[in-house]
């Protein structure tokens, strides 16, 4: 991929003075002045609509921002990702979670969505024994429960997807294990009956300290509760390290493996995805990835002008380098979304969370945003109000699905209402003459009144997209988080950054190692005075 500075392009320098004539746009008079406002920018794709027209931009920043992208070469760059070619370059690989969604294997890439069938045909063909019952728990009893063990990728991704599909799920029942905690190991073993528990052992490198602590931990635990044989049958690995997979006793026959060419945080769609699988059956994990598999036609092959991870992704290059923005809201009006906002912030922060550029050097501009969230309504009576009246930026995605997965008219109808009312409220706000009236026919005297108005005062002009999809399926789900990872590729083509690794996750564990050492041995010296006292504390409880 080029590596251009985007800052030293002309659209840059456009969009910096467009900045100053916008920066006050005021979206209550956009709407008034401009008639077809919400039609001009609207994006449609099926069973989604993206209405982008309460956000602070006219059509004229859109088509500026379409020129940025051009002029970063995007649509080059869109080549380069769906044809395989090593676009994480750090890593000396291709990202190529695409081709686990396709049937096509005539492309530049079809060797890989091949191999991507055949690894996708041997998961297929043993969820469906496990779930018909041919292959059985050790004593020859159905499995009913499933352990995924894993973390960041190897865990969000599926957890997300699992509890977004509750209403798909078969009678197997799931848990997470993930965090290096052994209460959690402990919490989610007292719950289940390792005699009917297949554990699925999921980690690309296989070299992840939480899930080979916590795969020990339940290893050791199911061999007293049930017996060492055993084992081989009750434990599944998905890895790209076959080898380390079979030196931790996994059966090589049930090693699922996974491609170097597919990034942890986007492997969901792979054999990363059996637990889900096992949860959901075949047929509906095949939904989800040709859903995903409809945003990637989507995105391929529709101009930037309507193409919904461009716009999306633009404007977030909008908000956060012009605007200064630092964050951006996921709002999901649906409880089954609940985990979507802590799987983006991986998806979206560990990939562009980066301060250097293709060239190696430091960037003069703002990168990766931070992304945050939980389900509406109940953030409305949470952190609404730092949206509503802070003094933040925090242009807001809402994400709801027009059909309810249950009959609960009642329900459905106010869950609706407060998600159309808060992007309304959101852009109107309410001003001086409003809250007077409101607090005269609420018969306040005029002390009351000029005490109280201030405060009950709403700026408005908030922005928020919103992602109305017709219901959610399977198929809808995939299409959504696949349009998110677009996104988060329009913007790291734009920053001129490297989207696909992660090294500063890597120190990190590095470090924890170093501590660990010290903690084995009670020595708290080599540090800094902070960390000394903490170690110390800490001794000082567990001695
Ligand atoms: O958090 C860093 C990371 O490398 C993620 O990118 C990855 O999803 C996670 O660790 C787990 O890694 P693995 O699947 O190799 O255990």
């Known amino acids: 991929m080029k590596n251009i500075n985007p800052t030293s392009t002309d659209a840059w320098n456009v969009l910096t003075e467009h900045f100053k004539d916008v920066k006050n746009l005021n979206l209550r008079e956009a709407f008034s002045q401009n008639s077809n406002r919400a039609e001009e920018l609207t994006l449609t794709e099926g069973d989604f609509l993206v209405d982008l027209s309460k956000n ?6 859109q088509q500026k921002l379409i020129d940025l992208a051009k002029e970063c070469e995007l649509d080059a760059a869109i080549h380069s990702y769906f044809n395989g070619e090593k676009i994480n370059a750090t890593e000396n690989r291709a990202v190529l979670h695409t081709a686990l969604r396709t049937q096509d294997t005539s492309s530049k890439v079809g060797e890989k969505v091949t191999a991507a069938l055949a690894s996708k045909e041997k998961m297929f063909a043993f969820v469906d024994a496990v779930n018909d019952g041919k292959i059985t728990a ?3 009893q159905k499995f009913d429960t499933i352990v995924n063990i894993g973390i ?7 957890v997300m997807i699992y509890e977004a599909l509750q209403a798909y799920k078969n009678e197997m029942t799931l848990h997470f294990v993930s965090n290096v905690e052994g209460d959690h190991v ?3 073993i007292k719950k289940i009956n390792p005699e009917t528990t297949l554990f699925v052992i999921v980690s690309k490198s296989f070299g992840t300290q939480e899930t080979l ?9 199911f061999s007293k509760k049930v017996n060492d044989h055993a084992i081989a049958q009750h434990f599944i690995a998905v890895s790209s390290n076959v080898q380390r997979a079979v030196d931790f006793g996994i059966d090589q026959e049930n090693i699922f493996p996974m491609f170097d060419w597919v990034g942890g945080r986007f492997s969901l769609w792979s054999t990363v995805g059996m637990s889900v699988a096992l949860g959901i059956g075949t047929q509906n994990f095949q939904d989800l990835l040709e859903g995903a598999h409809e945003m990637d036609e989507h995105f391929k092959n529709t101009t930037f002008e309507k193409n919904i991870p461009v716009q999306l992704g633009l404007l977030t290059i909008w908000y956060n380098n012009f605007y200064k923005a630092q964050s951006e809201a996921v709002i999901p009006y649906t409880q089954y979304l609940h985990r979507l906002p802590a799987y983006l912030q991986q998806a979206i922060m560990e990939s562009n969370g980066k301060s250097v550029d293709r060239n190696g050097n430091p960037v003069n501009y703002e990168t990766g945003n931070i992304v945050w969230g939980e389900p509406g309504t109940n953030s409305q009576h949470a952190f609404f109000q730092l949206i509503h009246q802070g003094t933040k930026l925090i242009p807001a995605h809402f994400i709801a699905f027009a059909k309810a ?3 609960h008219p009642d329900h459905h109808n106010k869950l ?5 009312a808060q992007t309304e409220a959101l852009m109107n706000g309410k001003n001086q003459d409003e809250v007077i009236k409101d607090l005269q026919s609420s018969g306040k005297s005029e002390e009351e009144i000029n005490k109280l108005a201030p405060f009950k005062v709403f700026t408005g002009n908030k922005p928020t997209t919103t992602i109305l999809i017709d219901e959610l399926t399977p198929r809808s789900l995939g299409k959504l988080v ?9 913007e790291g083509v734009i920053w001129n950054i490297y989207s696909y690794d992660q090294w500063g996750v890597e120190l990190g564990k590095i470090l924890a190692d170093r501590i660990l050492n010290d903690i084995e041995n009670s020595e708290s010296d080599a540090h800094d005075a902070s960390t000394t006292q903490l170690l110390q504390k800490f001794y000082s409880i567990n001695n």
Do not use: C
Not at 152 to 158: I, M, R, V
Not at 213 to 221: A, G, H, L, P, V
Not at 416 to 420: E, K, S
Not at 484 to 489: Q, V
């Open 213 to 221: 602590t916590n795969s020990t931990t339940i290893r050791n635990w």
């Open 482 to 490: 696949a349009m998110y990872e677009h996104k988060i590729f329009v």
């Open 138 to 140: 050790a004593n020859g």
């Open 186 to 188: 402990e919490e989610v």
């Open 416 to 420: 609706m209402a407060n998600f159309f």
């Open 152 to 158: 960041g990728g190897s865990d969000l991704g599926p």
């Open 56 to 61: 602070l931009i006219t059509k004229e920043t």
């Open 405 to 407: 997965k249950y009959h």
